[in-house]
Nanobody, 123 residues
């Protein structure tokens, strides 16, 4: 059993920055990958960014490339999402999730999820 706890969400003006954190506890293995998803009202959940356990491989959705950066600190079992140049369309609940397959994509491998943190970007 793995527990994932997100933090760092909030309200920010367009053009601003936020850093989300996801702390993992419980059972962990060194072959997993971590992803950040988001879901806006009335929209499907989408994968925003993902990172391999080693940190050597990353994935970004086209909509966030150049603005968001995913990183991890394995000593702390924590993954981060640095979000810069935020836009109103980034408003959503952001979830971290763990992919035991380590593949990052497709998204069918994500089995453990956090409770989510709200990010609201005002125009």
């Amino acid at each position: 059993q793995v527990q994932l706890v997100e933090s760092g969400g909030g309200l920010v003006q367009a053009g601003g920055s936020l850093r989300l954190s996801c702390a993992a506890s419980g059972r962990t293995f060194r072959t997993y990958a971590m992803g950040w998803f988001r879901q806006a009202p009335g929209k499907e959940r989408e994968l925003v960014a993902a990172i391999s356990w080693s940190g050597g491989s990353t994935y970004y959705a086209d909509s966030v490339k150049g603005r968001f950066t995913i990183s991890n600190d394995n000593a702390k079992n924590t993954v981060y999402l640095q979000m810069n140049s935020l836009k109103p369309e980034d408003t959503a609940v952001y979830y971290c999730a763990l992919d035991w397959t380590g593949r990052m994509v497709p998204t069918t491998g994500y089995d453990d999820w956090g409770q989510g943190t709200q990010v609201t970007v005002s125009s």
